[in-house]
């Protein structure tokens, strides 16, 4: 299998495209699951030539039109994502780059699952009773892995391991050995690109209404496969968020923005996107005439050119309010050399007079000699010059000293004067 190489969905979106130029998938532009007649028909044809090229050596034995892959009915403008009768030579495949290769790889092994056998296990399931409460327990025995065989690199979910159970019969009496565990519950985790973007497509799961939910379930959410990359790069090319360490961290302009706009509950409210795609569905069964629905979004944006001026004020007033409250959070000194504040720039602190001209190049990492300095310790030096005496320094020979730490001229410097010598 190809190695597998993290990759934003732009930068995924974009390998899918190159290799649809290249004539080796169908339209990418998609996000319909099924193929018609007409494409099962070709795939079967080729499909010992798809073996061939990552010698796959399953036997694919299940050519019938299987409605869970195959449903002209579910298929709109173009159907699922799929290799084309193109078929590549390895040298061609040695030419592309590495998420090319992955994604290319990724796409036919999954078409080809559609012909191999069906993931089967046994299952049991046996209830037991203790002291009147009533216990479950499982066991799982994996008969043929079946198409998992063909996309064995693909990272599954965490789950409970597969236990078997041992010979039982209807009332038979067992020993029980009882422990009380004590757990701490633990917050979401953080957004990925990828985790974000399949969240934007599962939007409107946890609305109560049902015709709203159903409809957003339709669309599919926030955007389309098309789109999805392309909002997230905008939001970080905005700066309203960024990625550290591959995750999805909002920026103080990002929260300001949120603050702002979660003042306006229309916009924001997943009834409004699902009222405009029913719109919008209507307008294609013809229920529903173009020029109605854009008078209904004329007078909305009347509304709301009306509300401008009083929501611009309000707006600013909190902006203005949170900018404040962020000024002082992101401050922890003065420079020493420019007299313009430092603040917290993530990793390091470093002068806000950077972008000015001249511009100042002050600035200093939070990690000293292997020591990660406390906010206390940062503002002690930059408003005396310097720190008490500090433990827990390193070398490089990796001997572990302490020192005080003295601005000059804008460095960092060690002094051991104070250091009580042994």
């Not at 070709?42 to 036997?59: F, N």
């Not at 994996?142 to 065989?149: H, L, S, V, Y």
């Not at 905008?234 to 360490?245: D, F, G, P, S, W």
């Not at 529903?288 to 707006?315: A, C, D, G, W």
């Amino acid at each position: 299998m190809s190695k597998t190489y993290q990759s934003s969905p732009k930068q995924t979106l974009q390998a899918v495209q190159a290799l649809y130029e290249k004539k080796w998938l169908t339209y990418p532009r998609t996000d319909t699951p099924y193929i018609t007649e007409n494409e099962m028909a070709y795939l079967k044809e080729y499909k010992s030539q798809y073996q061939k090229i990552y010698d796959i050596k399953e036997a694919l034995k299940h050519t019938e039109s299987r409605s869970r892959y195959v449903n002209s009915k579910k298929v709109q403008e173009h159907h699922a994502i799929i290799p084309t009768r193109k078929i590549p030579t390895s040298q061609e495949l040695k030419s592309l780059s590495n998420l090319e290769q992955q994604v290319y790889e990724r796409v036919l092994r999954t078409t080809l699952a559609m012909f191999a056998n069906p993931y089967q296990y046994e299952e049991t399931k046996v209830d037991l009773q203790c002291q009147q409460l009533e216990f479950v327990a499982k066991g799982k025995v994996e008969i043929d892995k079946g198409w998992r065989r063909l996309l064995s690199e693909v990272k599954e979910e965490k789950r409970e391991p597969d236990h078997t159970l041992p010979p039982l019969e209807e009332d038979s009496k067992l020993q029980a050995d009882l422990k009380q565990i004590q757990k701490e519950t633990t917050p979401p985790k953080p957004y990925t690109e990828g985790t974000l973007v399949q969240a934007m497509k599962n939007a409107g799961k946890k609305i109560e209404d049902e015709k709203t939910k159903e409809i957003l379930k339709e669309v599919e959410g926030i955007g389309t496969e098309a789109t999805r990359a392309d909002i997230l790069e905008r939001l970080k090319k905005q700066a309203y968020m960024e990625i550290v360490k591959n995750q999805i961290v909002i920026t103080n302009k990002g929260k300001q923005l949120g603050q702002v706009l979660e003042e306006d509950k229309l916009l924001n409210s997943p009834e409004m996107t699902a009222a405009w795609e029913k719109d919008l569905k209507s307008i294609s069964t013809g229920s529903l005439n173009q020029e109605t629905f854009i008078k209904r979004i004329k007078h909305l944006i009347k509304q709301y050119l009306k509300q401008v001026p009083e929501r611009m004020n309000q707006s600013r007033e909190a902006l203005e309010k949170l900018q404040q409250q962020n000024e002082q959070v992101s401050t922890i000194g003065t420079c020493p050399l420019c007299g313009k504040a430092v603040k917290d720039k993530g990793k390091f602190y470093g002068c806000e007079g950077y972008r000015e001209d001249p511009s100042c190049t002050f600035s200093m990492s939070k990690v000293i000699a292997g020591k990660k300095l406390s906010e206390t310790q940062i503002k002690s030096l930059l408003s005396k010059g310097t720190t008490p005496v500090l433990k827990g320094f390193k070398s490089k020979a990796g001997k572990s000293f302490e020192a005080q730490l003295k601005l000059i001229g804008g460095k960092i410097n060690f002094d051991f004067s104070g250091v009580n010598k042994k």
